[in-house]
């Protein structure tokens, strides 16, 4: 069987297209011009000059965690360990271990409580889930780099660093829970 070969026609070769010089010119001109909108006229600019500058964050940004205080106590937390915040959280990032308060109108307090900010997909279910506004993510601060993956899991006097006390209207009405 004979062998036939295609001839490809080459395109016609022309200085500006073996040096790309227009094109260059041309995505140049697009830099320059935005380069001098952005210093001088500011309009379009996307980027902030972070830290100086900060964005305002929306009402319902979802920042770092943190677990609120009892009111009208010495800082106790207001967690009752129901184990609701752990098992609704999708990423298994929240560990709590319940112990016995000794105050039969509390009955459970986390003796601890871990929050693995790395695993946290940022969800809130775990703050839509708290029974008692124990926990919350209204912060607006974000979770800090870290060197070591260790160091990115927050117990409880971390989360209770940045706590509130609460006075949440339990069910709508009746006033605080438990009157605190
Ligand atoms: S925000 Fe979501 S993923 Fe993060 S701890 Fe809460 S429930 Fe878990
Ligand atoms: S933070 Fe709220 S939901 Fe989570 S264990 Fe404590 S009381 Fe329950």
Redesign the pocket.
């Known amino acids: 069987m004979a062998i036939t070969v295609k001839v490809v026609k080459r395109s016609d070769s022309t200085m500006n297209k073996e040096t790309y010089l227009p094109q260059i010119f041309k995505g140049m001109g697009v830099t320059i011009r935005h380069f001098f909108r952005n210093v001088f006229g500011g309009r379009d600019t996307q980027t902030l000059k972070y830290p100086e500058e900060k964005i305002a964050y929306p009402e319902r940004f ?1 920042g770092l ?1 943190r677990l609120n205080h009892r009111p009208g106590t010495d800082g106790r937390v207001r967690c009752v360990a129901c184990m609701l ?2 098992t ?7 560990t709590v271990v319940a112990e016995d308060t000794g105050d039969p109108s509390i009955e459970k307090a986390p003796a601890l409580f871990e ?3 790395l ?9 839509e ?1 708290c029974p008692v506004d124990a ?1 919350r ?1 209204d912060t607006g601060v974000h979770m800090k780099p870290v060197s070591f993956r260790g160091d990115a899991i927050l117990g409880k006097v971390d989360l209770m660093k940045l706590g509130t006390d609460s006075r949440a209207v339990q069910g709508g009405k009746g006033g605080d829970w438990r009157g605190a």
């Open positions: 979802r965690h915040c752990p609704v959280c999708p990423a298994h990032c929240i929050i693995d900010e695993r946290c997909v940022v969800c809130g279910l775990c703050v889930a926990i993510m």
